[in-house]
């Protein structure tokens, strides 16, 4: 359930803000589509990701954030310290933004959740996603807050595209 994971952000992450709620109902709801312009420039990104990325708080390997567990965030620390290969992880983020088409009517749907689960007050939640919706559901960068907090470093990517070896 949608619930159980914004909970779980909610308490693991307690600097979110409502575009933090947002960009994780979002990825949930739509994958990593928005985030690959072509091949190379997310190996760019990546890789400059990998050598930049420092400390950051404990998270799982694999973190499932949608409700099916079908889509996933692999946190690039736990990745890279148990020994995994960034090009099988570029692979798997590049067939998910390449095959995974995700669903307006799911990211509403998990919207409406993050609204009865979260802390913020609907007012400012309203006001958010009328905002998103008039342009057309874009992606979002992380808060300031939420940056400087956690200095997330991961790539979404569908479940089915993970190597058995990360499980």
């Not at 359930?1 to 914004?6: A, D, F, K, P």
């Not at 779980?8 to 933090?20: G, N, T, W």
């Not at 570029?90 to 998990?110: D, P, Q, S, V, W």
Request: glycine share 4%; with cysteine.
């Amino acid at each position: 359930m949608i619930e159980t994971v914004l909970q779980s952000h909610l308490s693991r992450y307690p600097a979110m803000q409502v575009q933090d709620v947002y960009k994780l109902v979002h990825q949930a709801s739509m994958g990593s589509e928005h985030a690959v312009p072509n091949p190379e420039s997310a190996r760019k990104w990546l890789t400059r990701e990998l050598a930049k990325m420092g400390q950051g708080p404990l998270e799982p390997l694999i973190d499932p954030i949608s409700a099916d567990g079908e889509i996933v965030r692999i946190h690039l620390r736990p990745y890279v310290a148990t020994g995994h290969d960034p090009d099988s992880l570029l692979e798997a983020f590049i067939r998910t933004a390449n095959e995974y088409r995700g669903e307006i009517r799911l990211l509403e749907e998990y919207w409406q959740a993050a609204v009865n689960t979260a802390k913020f007050p609907l007012a400012e939640m309203d006001e958010f996603f009328r905002s998103v919706k008039a342009q057309n559901y874009p992606a979002v960068h992380h808060s300031r807050e939420y940056e400087k907090s956690y200095r997330p470093a991961y790539r979404v990517v569908a479940r089915a595209f993970c190597p058995d070896s990360w499980k």
